[in-house]
């Protein structure tokens, strides 16, 4: 297992060496105080936001906090559209508020979304936002435009970020980020020869691959064979530049569990690092229900198989001329949870395999379902519509060729077919938030999108161009910018409350918050809590555990501190601050971009 982390290792410092300064883009970050007090009087709150990198379009949101478990199995809304299973909600989105580089405000006034007013307690604030007006910026012209065949390598396996995120396709390519975009040699490939009797997917609407968590050479993807009409998972070591080897050892003669199956566009598989997930649908194959998820072991046997029908199969669809399964076709993970998807379908999903298998209830597989309803991709809910508010219908916009979420579970789809938009976006628990578009977009062709963010120097939005080579039946390939595209973005999270904030309160205890900003260049500002007067130390330690800075070390009295580091004189990369004080200690990760 060393020896492939050490050979990984050796790959991307080649990479990164050849040419990442090529593609460096300009990260965009947010700075709010991580506490704001608020007396929820009705009157209005002004938040000052810090913005860095780039200009941005920035929706502040309120949620409830702490109230999960309260929340029942329950949907609401118009056609009961919003499903929700404990889970905290949104009781407040803004519009999309214009944000210039500097210092900014955002202004609430204490009302929910109902305009009734919000009662005093403690709630969760986001703010959520991207570049909407700076241009694409290339990543890659060679790889893939659709989204939902890939897997981004983002944390490398002791859960640290990566200086260069890899990029893997279900065709064998992968590519380091940050080297030069219009160099193709950089494009490393591998030959996938899947085992007798199977064949290989599809990768035009699903079939991403999953890598394999401990061990980056391994990953795995779907296969299907046609003669016993069934699926399963196949597991390789990733060659460059020769054939891959396939693991015979995993499953069945090479193969792992078995389920039913379809030769077109089918989710592939993730892994959250404990399982593999990976799932059926029949939206073309059958007019019977048949969606299924399945969790298999790292040895390729069957741990659970879930029915999805209840869900993503409708009978009345089908009566009326939409079709009887929806999906899934897509399927994208963060943070352990599974996000489900059909481009055919406007049912967008998250559910938890964890919570699934602690308690072994069905009802808690799901934790959100966006549905038609609430007009954020939706299908035919047009007055002109044939089918009014049929969900499961392929012949209709918008087409969301994937899913995808950040690391506040924000989730965002491409969408085509709804006009000169990018991307729909939802909330942590599902709230349809609206179109969003990228600058100079316009109604042509949407095939993908993804995050990254994992406080890496490529942190942000990545997405397709193929807009410029028009629409999606008259799409032209020689028109159109190929590759895959970076725009900034960030989320970030607080907490608003009437409670005294620990500036106005006693000192109570030793507390040390996450440095702001993070990721930084070239100065970071790092906040702590002394509960009582003593002697403190501030000192800063690289990834290999070797100090390579003191900020601070002195007496200092009880109450709120902060410390600048001014890193202009060091390496990017990851680093990790400690404070200490008495008995006292702390210790928290930071990323220095240059």
């Not at 929910?112 to 012209?141: H, I, R």
Request: proline letters at 4%.
């Amino acid at each position: 297992m060393k020896k492939y982390a050490i050979v990984m290792a050796l790959l991307m410092l080649v990479a990164s060496t050849a040419g990442a300064v090529d593609f460096k883009p300009t990260l965009l970050k947010l700075t709010v105080e991580p506490v704001i007090q608020y007396d929820f009087d009705g009157s209005n709150i002004s938040i000052p936001i810090q913005v860095s990198g780039s200009t941005a379009g920035a929706i502040f949101l309120v949620y409830t906090k702490g109230k999960a478990s309260e929340i029942p199995d329950m949907r609401n809304g118009f056609l009961g559209w919003h499903h929700v299973n404990k889970v905290d909600t949104c009781i407040y989105n803004s519009s999309l508020k214009s944000l210039n580089i500097g210092a900014n405000t955002i202004t609430w006034n204490g009302k929910d979304n109902d305009d009734s007013t919000v009662p005093a307690g403690e709630y969760t604030y986001y703010l959520w936002a991207f570049d909407d007006l700076g241009t694409k910026v290339k990543m890659s012209e060679y790889t893939l435009s659709r989204s939902c065949s890939i897997d981004v390598i983002e944390l490398d396996t002791a859960g640290l970020p990566m200086a260069n995120p890899i990029y893997y396709e279900a065709t064998g390519k992968r590519w380091v980020i940050g080297s030069d975009p219009d160099d193709e040699t950089n494009m490393q490939t591998t030959t996938i020869n899947v085992a007798e009797g199977w064949t290989k997917l599809s990768t035009n609407y699903g079939n991403c691959p999953a890598v394999h968590p401990d061990d980056y050479t391994m990953f795995y993807i779907q296969v299907y064979n046609g003669e016993s009409d069934v699926s399963a998972l196949h597991k390789f070591k990733y060659v460059p530049s020769g054939d891959a080897e396939l693991q015979t050892d995993f499953g069945e003669d090479g193969y792992g569990a078995q389920f039913s199956g379809s030769s077109s566009y089918q989710p592939g598989v993730v892994t959250d690092g404990e399982y593999l997930y990976t799932g059926d649908q029949h939206l073309v194959a059958k007019t019977d229900p048949d969606a299924d998820l399945y969790i298999v072991d790292f040895e390729g046997y069957m741990v659970d198989e879930i029915d999805l029908t209840p869900w993503w199969s409708n009978p009345d669809d089908l009566e009326v001329g939409g079709q009887m399964n929806g999906g899934p076709n897509g399927i994208a993970i963060r943070n352990g949870k599974c996000f489900l998807n059909c481009h055919c379908s406007c049912i967008k999903q998250m559910i938890d395999p964890q919570r699934y298998l602690e308690t072994d209830e069905f009802e808690d597989l799901f934790v959100w379902t966006n549905l038609n309803g609430d007009y954020v991709l939706d299908h035919n809910f047009e007055e002109t519509a044939n089918i009014k508010w049929i969900c499961n219908d392929y012949n209709v916009g918008p087409y969301t060729y994937n899913l995808d979420a950040d690391g506040k579970l924000f989730s965002a789809c491409p969408a085509y077919d709804v006009g000169a938009v990018s991307f729909g976006l939802m909330g942590p628990d599902g709230s349809g938030l609206g179109y969003f578009a990228f600058a100079g977009e316009t109604a042509g062709w949407k095939k993908g999108n993804f995050f990254i963010d994992s406080e890496t120097a490529f942190d942000g939005m990545y997405c397709d161009n193929d807009q410029t080579g028009g629409p999606h039946y008259e799409w032209t390939a020689d028109l159109r910018s190929p590759g895959t595209f970076f725009i900034g973005h960030d989320a970030i999270m607080g907490i608003i409350t009437n409670a005294v904030t620990v500036e106005d309160a006693a000192p109570g205890a030793f507390a040390v918050a996450q440095n702001a900003p993070n990721p930084f260049n070239p100065s970071t500002t790092i906040s702590f809590t002394l509960a009582e007067a003593g002697d403190v130390s501030v000192e800063v330690f690289n990834i290999a555990g070797q100090k390579v800075d003191t900020i601070s070390d002195g007496f200092m009295d009880a109450g709120s501190h902060s410390v600048v580091w001014s890193a202009s004189g060091m390496s990017a990369g990851v680093y990790f601050y400690t404070v200490k004080s008495g008995t006292h200690s702390k210790t928290m990760k930071m990323t220095l971009l240059k």
